[in-house]
């Protein structure tokens, strides 16, 4: 099997790694952070010690981090993966990033005859952890296929989207829209209820046995009546997504209003220092707007 190196060990990261493990993979880690190493390396993981180790170690190298800039001073930087890599290595950047930067990593690898795959993810923690993601991928076919039995320990629902780099990333950006714009949907419709002193969730069990329903009317409508805001994807992180997503709007030329208005509500509750609260928390900034407390 091919060494796996992993970048990123945080709340989506840890358990991707993991599952690495437990599907055989050698898997090489990295992160800021010290204790998810250390848990890391007792489920049998090495210590890469730094981004340009893990890369000197793998054959694959897996990024998992926050954002462009991060990763393109973990790939690009001083010790980093680009200083230890080597002719036919792949990088696999799983992190959502834009899809420039990944074209620009993409060239950058490719001096070096190093593949490049952006393979960005939806299925928040629980798909992390219980190995379900959906993975959208871009670059050549033959890197994908080269791969695919690593996305398949880290997801269900894997789809090449294009041969070009940033098509994954094109793809993450539209899943965010619909995201984000779903859970304010859902976030309106319960705040309407509650103000119109009609019980939420009898109007939440009520729309998921018609046309309304949806995955996220059903767990993000329980998150917000049960108050339960502890991070599946954080606020912060779905902000920095819709900036993507609004830039390459503005890129290509299509309007996206919808997406504008969920940012700024967002924006909002970052201001409020709540940017750490899971995405569902937009039904705080609902409430707000309608006069409601918390």
Do not use: W
């Amino acid at each position: 099997m091919e060494r796996i190196g992993f970048i990123g060990l945080g709340i989506m990261g840890k358990p991707m790694a993991r599952n690495l493990r437990a599907a055989g993979f050698p898997v090489v880690v990295h992160s800021r952070s010290r204790p998810p190493v250390d848990e890391l390396v007792a489920a049998g993981a090495t210590d890469g010690g730094s981004p340009r180790g893990v890369a000197a170690a793998s054959d694959i190298v897996i990024t998992m981090l926050p954002d462009s800039p991060d990763v393109q001073a973990v790939v690009l930087g001083p010790d980093g993966v680009l200083d230890g890599a080597r002719a036919g290595q792949v990088v696999v950047d799983m992190s959502t990033i834009s899809p420039l930067v990944a074209r620009e990593l993409a060239a950058a690898l490719a001096a070096r005859g190093v593949g490049f795959l952006d393979a960005p993810v939806s299925g928040g923690q629980k798909g992390a952890t219980e190995a379900t993601l959906s993975i959208m991928v871009g670059g050549p076919r033959p890197l994908f296929e080269r791969v695919r039995p690593v996305f398949e320990a880290l997801g269900k629902n894997i789809v090449h989207i294009g041969e070009d780099h940033g098509a994954g990333q094109v793809a993450k950006a539209c899943n965010q829209i619909v995201v984000a714009v779903t859970i304010m949907a859902v976030a309106e419709a319960l705040t309407l209820a509650r103000k119109a002193g009609v019980d939420p969730a009898r109007v939440r069990e009520a729309l998921l046995g018609g046309f309304a329903q949806s995955r996220i009317l059903d767990l993000h409508g329980q998150r917000m009546l049960d108050r339960n805001f502890t991070p599946g994807f954080r606020v912060r992180l779905h902000e920095k997504d819709l900036q993507i997503a609004l830039a390459a709007g503005r890129a290509y030329g299509v309007p996206l209003p919808a997406t504008g208005l969920v940012h700024e509500a967002l924006v909002a509750l970052m201001a409020q220092g709540l940017g750490e609260l899971d995405h569902g928390a937009l039904v705080r900034a609902v409430e707000a707007m309608a006069g409601l407390s918390p």
